[in-house]
Structures are given as structure tokens and as C-alpha cells.
């Protein structure tokens, strides 16, 4: 399975941003798929994940209300709409995902994930 995530750039604070995360080699119909990030000096954090069977969304408190993920089962590509952003939003963007079946604690985790993409720069200046 590749990954490919794409969309990041520079934004200014309020702005948004949609970034996409392409699977190709298999289909996003089970499992989950998560966005994390990173920022320089920091470590890498949990942002949003969609999971297929039950279906659900899980997010970030500091995201949440701001970004929202969802699914494009056609394009298998998932999304990540990203609203009002702000300066401390401003990382290095990876999607992850595992045709695996977790319960839902486990969404925040890095090592639930077995593929990974590259990372996406997202900048919001202030």
C-alpha cells in the first residue's frame, strides 16, 4: 500500500486548507485511516482518524469544531478540511492507515498504523 499525501501550503491565520490522502495498491474499505503531525522541536501528534466498521470520527481537542475528515470510498482518498487555522497548526502533515480492526481507543496511537505516507507542510502565518 503507498500512501500520498498532498494539499499542504501557506495559509494565513483563519484560512483554510484541504489535504488528501491517495491510497493506491489497496482500497480504504476497512480499518482506519489517521492524520498526524508534526511540528519542528515537537513531537508527533494525533489529529483525526476515520474508521470504516463501526463507523466513526475521532479528533483532536485542539482541533476539534475546526477540522473535519471524511472519505471518498470512489476515489479511495481521504480527506482532511482544515478551518480556521491558526499559527500553532503550522507542521509537517502525515496520513497513516491499517485494514486492521482496533477499537476505537487505539485511533490516537502511531504504532496502530502499519502504512504511511509522505508528509505535507502546512504553514499558517499570523
Known amino acids: 500500500v503507498q500512501l500520498q499525501a498532498s494539499g499542504g501550503g501557506l495559509v494565513q491565520a483563519g484560512g483554510s486548507l484541504r489535504l488528501s490522502c491517495a491510497a493506491s495498491?489497496?482500497?480504504?474499505?476497512?480499518?482506519?485511516v489517521g492524520w498526524f503531525r508534526q511540528a519542528p522541536g515537537k513531537e508527533r501528534e494525533f489529529v483525526a482518524a476515520?474508521?470504516?466498521?463501526?463507523?466513526?470520527?475521532h479528533y483532536a481537542d485542539s482541533v476539534k469544531g475546526r477540522f473535519t475528515i471524511s472519505r471518498d470510498n470512489a476515489k479511495n482518498t481521504v480527506y482532511l478540511q482544515m478551518n480556521s487555522l491558526k499559527p500553532e497548526d503550522t507542521a509537517v502533515y502525515s496520513c497513516a492507515a491499517t485494514p486492521r480492526r482496533f477499537n476505537s481507543g487505539s485511533v490516537y496511537y502511531p504504532n496502530t498504523y502499519d502504512y504511511w505516507g509522505q508528509g505535507t507542510l502546512v504553514t499558517v502565518s499570523s
Open positions: 495498491g489497496r482500497t480504504f474499505d476497512r480499518g482506519t
Open positions: 476515520i474508521r470504516w466498521s463501526p463507523s466513526s470520527t
